[in-house]
Every structure is written in C-alpha cells, then in structure tokens.
C-alpha cells in the first residue's frame, strides 16, 4: 500500500486514478497537518502553495515522487529531490490554453480599461471620455518566450490582426516562418512592439530581462504584460516607467511576493491585476490533476512517467521493451560493487547490440544505481544515481561496440579499483532472461538473481565435492550450480544459487577449504 499527500488544492475530480487504485492510501492535508505521516508518505501532490524544501523532503524519508500539478517547479527543490532519489514530475500542458486565454483577457482588458472602467461605474460614475482605449488590430505584439503558451498567444494575436513580433533563443527561423511572426533579437522586439508579454521561465537568465535599460528603447506608450513568472518584469524599472508614462499601462498575473499585498505597483491606476489566475479554470484544474494522478500512479506501481523533470521521459510501449536490460545492468551493477568490495575509481560500460531506439543513457544510470545500491544508505536510483558517483569521485562511462560474442546483444562493465580492474559482461536472451556469461574472463552462465556463491578455485579433483560436502553437512540444497575455467589446472569459479542465504558458519567453513583461493556470498 502507498501513502499520497495531497497537501494543495487540487481538484478532487481529477484524483480518480489514485482515488480507484486497490494499492493507494489518499490523504488530503497540508505538510503541517501531517506532521508525523510525512514520514509514511510515498508520494507528494502539490500545487504552488506548498514549498518543497530541502527540509521537507528530509523529514520524509520514504518519499519517491513529487508531483507538481501544473507547470512552474520554483515551489520545488528539484536539485535537492535529485539527489534524495526523488522523482519530481509536472504538468506541463494541462493548462496552457487557460493561460493564453487569461494572457488575451489582460490584454483586452488593458487595451479597453475595462476594470478601471468597471470600477469607476461601480462607484456611479459615468465616465465615457476618460477611457478611451486602444484597438489590438494592426498592433505589434512582442512575445518573449515562443514555447506552449507564447505560441497558443501567437495564434489568438493573429485571429485579432496583430503583427507578432517573437524573441526566444530556441525558436527557429523555419517555426517562425510556418507561424508566419517575425523571430527577432530582443533589442527589436522592444522596439517594434506595441505589446509586450512574457512567457518565459523565470531562471537567471530571464530574472529582469525587461529592466530599465531595455524599457527606455521601448516605443513610448507600450504596454506589458506578465502571466508568467514575478521578477521577469522588473517590478521597481516598471513603476517607474509607468510614473513617467514611457510605459502606458501593465496588466499582472504575478509578482515577485506573491501575495502581493506590500508591492507599490498596486497603487497605480495603469496596472491591472489578477492574484495568480493565469491556470484557474475548470478544465485547466482538471487536465493537470488528472495528468499528476496518472504520472504519480504508474511511477509507484514502476512504470515508466512521461512528464519528469529529472529522468529522461519514456514511453511505456519503450520501457516495456526495455526492461530485461534495465533489469539486468541493475543486477551487473549490484553483482560487480559486492565482488570488488574496495574504493572503486571508473564504471565504464559498453553496449553492443542494443536497439538504436533505447536510451543508453537510462540503462547506464540503472546500472550505477545497482551498483551503489548496498554503498549508501539513503535511496539510489537513475534519478540520483550519478550524482551519487560524482560525490564520491567515480568516473563514469559509456560506449557502443559491435561485438556481441556470439550473442544477440552483449553489455559489459569494467569496474576500475584501487590496484584491482574486475570484468563482467551479460546478455539478454529471449528464452533465458538476464544472464552473465563472463566474470574476470571467465566463461560461465547464470541468471544474476536471489542467493549466490561465488567460489574463485583452482581447477582440480575433489574441490567441487567438498563444496558439495560442507553445504550438505550443513542441511543446505543446491539450486543450481555453473563452473567455468580458462585453462585445465589453472584457476576456476563456481557459481552456486540457493534457495536461502547462507548462514556465516557455511561461509567461514568454505572459506578455509583447501585450494578455495576466494569466496563471496552475494545476495541480489
Ligand atoms: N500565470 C499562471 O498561472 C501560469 C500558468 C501556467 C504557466 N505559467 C508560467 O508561464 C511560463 C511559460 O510556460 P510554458 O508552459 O509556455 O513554458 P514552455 O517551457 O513551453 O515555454 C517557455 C519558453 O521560454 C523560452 N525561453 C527560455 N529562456 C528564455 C530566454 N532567456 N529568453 C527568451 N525565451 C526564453 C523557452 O525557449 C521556451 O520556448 C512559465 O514561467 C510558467 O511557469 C504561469
Ligand atoms: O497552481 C497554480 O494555479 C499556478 C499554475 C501556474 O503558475 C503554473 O506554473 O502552472
């Protein structure tokens, strides 16, 4: 059974997929009314109110997902959650229509002065003269940040007759021309724009990039609007424009401190506000419900998330076929980190004959994360996993090769230690499953799973008898049993499965057993 705080407002209607779930446990609560159930919590739903802070995500010690139900993660402290194990997802356009519409509603709304108009009449006055507005139709709209919503803006400028104007470094010349606007340089747009909204991230980057130096090459009498992100518009270079009447009016949807109650901009007639509303609209609350649901859903029941800020996005039908690999890097990880058992420098990984089509990257950090696994005590998984390796100074890397030594495909792992380099190659084959076939060059064949002996001997008469001898003296039954040599009289292995660990008494008995030169119990 898996625990899932719902700690924000989040409409119930889109929970069902975790609200009909045999396996799931809901609970609807804020992180301070849960006090001690954090630490039962599998899965965090949150919208912006709820901060997911370094401190939270300690206090939780079983937390695997944090879902965050809509698009901006600043509420989220996904670098922390990386390297908690911690998956963060989100939902990336559920709301986007909402939002464009929001953002042309503002954009009416501060064209025609409708809410000072509003407000005026509200209080009996009839004041025709003094709002005269502005038409949106032959106007120059400047959008920075040409992503889901700035293009969902786009078309909605160009239904009104507007000219669109886009600044956004990732946004080609070929999209520009099938969305017939004109991609320009920054400096351009503010120059040409009649318009100006932002649909950017707030990142360092675009923290202030409309300022007081770029506001000043602005036509006088531009008018922006923010329904991104507080702080892209710097709030101190706006008021002041707005005082000098460079800027003729601002509509905002969000500010720097939200709620805004202190901000300065509040008190000036040419600003039109709304408390954050760009995503509250049923459907939108709905679609990114419904979205966080599903996600948080399949990652706990270990399917693969689609929307995953810090794991690359796959898709079922690909993580289905997938998965004998993952399974078997994970198990060549945990397999080489408990027979090398030192200070380990480089995992250096080579694939042959993997499908094009699957992420190597992922299997890659499946295998680091195996490898780690019984290293460290708080969770490794491919969100974290590399990190874990950085921290601790091990190189990791990757490559393709042809050969498969004879099979379909073939992975091989080199684990370079201090003074000591070990070898292990798999395989994943169609009737068999995840095998290794090969251990410090030796050839050998055995399903990498549940309890193991591995037995490094030299090759003579008698050695696998009194292997036999001891675990039959001891009451323990053999599952399976592989040997394999490089030469006749040299050094060999046995592989032995069992059905149980073994007992301490075994391992110390076998281990003073003539011509047995190394042994180890490794439980997968
Ligand atoms: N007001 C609300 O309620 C509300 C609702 C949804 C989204 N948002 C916010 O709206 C913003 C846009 O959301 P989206 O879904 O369109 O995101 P998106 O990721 O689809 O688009 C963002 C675009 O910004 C561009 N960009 C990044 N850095 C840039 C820079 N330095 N200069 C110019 N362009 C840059 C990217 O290339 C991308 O095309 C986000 O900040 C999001 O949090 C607000
Ligand atoms: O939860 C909200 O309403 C805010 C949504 C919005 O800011 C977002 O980033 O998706």
Not at 176 to 200: C, G, R
Request: net charge negative; glycine share 8%.
């Amino acid at each position: 059974m898996f625990r899932v705080l719902v700690a924000d407002a989040i409409k119930p209607e889109g929970l069902g997929p975790l609200l009909d779930a045999p396996n799931i446990e809901l609970l609807q609560k804020t992180v301070s009314e849960a006090g001690d159930e954090l630490k039962s919590i599998d899965a965090l739903l949150v919208r912006s109110e709820t901060k997911v802070t370094d401190e939270l995500l300690n206090a939780m010690p079983n937390i695997k997902i944090v879902a965050r139900a809509g698009v901006g993660i600043d509420n989220i402290d996904v670098h922390s959650a990386t390297k908690h194990g911690v998956v963060v997802v989100n939902a990336p356009d559920g709301n986007t229509i909402s939002t464009a519409e929001h953002t042309f509603a503002m954009m009416a709304s501060l064209a025609r002065n409708i809410p000072q108009a509003h407000s005026s009449l509200k209080q009996k006055e009839w004041k025709r003269t003094q709002f005269i507005g502005t038409e949106l139709y032959g106007k120059n709209l400047g959008i920075i940040g040409m992503g889901r919503i700035g293009g969902e803006i786009a078309k909605r400028a160009k239904a009104f007759g507007m000219d669109v104007y886009v600044y956004d470094p990732f946004f080609s010349a070929e999209r520009a021309k099938q969305l017939n606007v004109k991609a320009v340089p920054l400096e351009e747009l503010m120059k040409s724009a009649d318009f100006i909204t932002v649909h950017t991230p707030l990142t360092p980057e675009t923290k202030g990039l409309i300022n007081e130096t770029n506001i000043k090459k602005c036509k006088k009498g531009v008018y922006l609007l923010n329904c991104a992100r507080g702080g892209i518009i710097d709030e101190d270079a706006l008021y002041q424009a707005i005082l000098e009447k460079h800027v003729a009016g601002a509509a905002l949807d969000v500010f720097t401190e939200e709620p805004p109650f202190g901000n300065k901009l509040l008190e000036l007639d040419e600003i039109i506000i709304t408390p954050h509303l760009g995503a509250s609209t049923k459907e939108a609350q709905l679609n990114v419900a419904t979205q966080v649901a599903q996600e948080v859903l399949q990652y706990l029941n270990g399917n693969p998330v689609s929307n995953s800020i810090n794991l690359p996005a796959i898709s079922k039908e690909v993580f289905n076929k997938i998965q004998p690999y993952y399974l078997l890097v994970k198990q060549m990880g945990n397999l080489s980190s408990q027979l090398t058992k030192r200070a380990v420098l480089e995992l250096s990984v080579t694939y042959a004959g993997i499908p094009d089509d699957f992420d190597k990257n992922l299997l890659t950090k499946a295998l680091v994360s195996g490898f780690f696994k019984r290293m460290v005590d708080s969770p490794v998984n491919e969100v974290n996993a590399l990190l874990v390796a950085k921290e601790r100074g091990v190189t990791i890397g990757e490559k393709v090769s042809e050969n498969t030594y004879g099979y379909a495909n073939a992975i091989s792992l080199t684990v370079k230690a201090e003074n000591r380099i070990f070898e292990i190659r798999g395989a994943y084959i169609d009737q068999y499953g995840p095998r290794i076939l090969s251990l410090n060059g030796f050839n050998i064949d055995f399903q990498p799973e549940g309890n193991l002996l591995y037995i490094q001997h030299t090759d003579k008469p008698g050695v696998i008898g009194r292997v036999g001898k001891v675990l039959g003296d001891h009451d323990v039954n053999i599952a399976t049993m592989q040997v394999g040599r490089k030469e006749a009289g040299g050094e060999a292995i046995m592989i032995l499965t069992f059905d149980k660990p073994l007992t301490e008494g075994i391992i110390t008995t076998l281990e003073s057993s003539e011509d047995i030169s190394f042994l180890h119990h490794i439980i997968l």
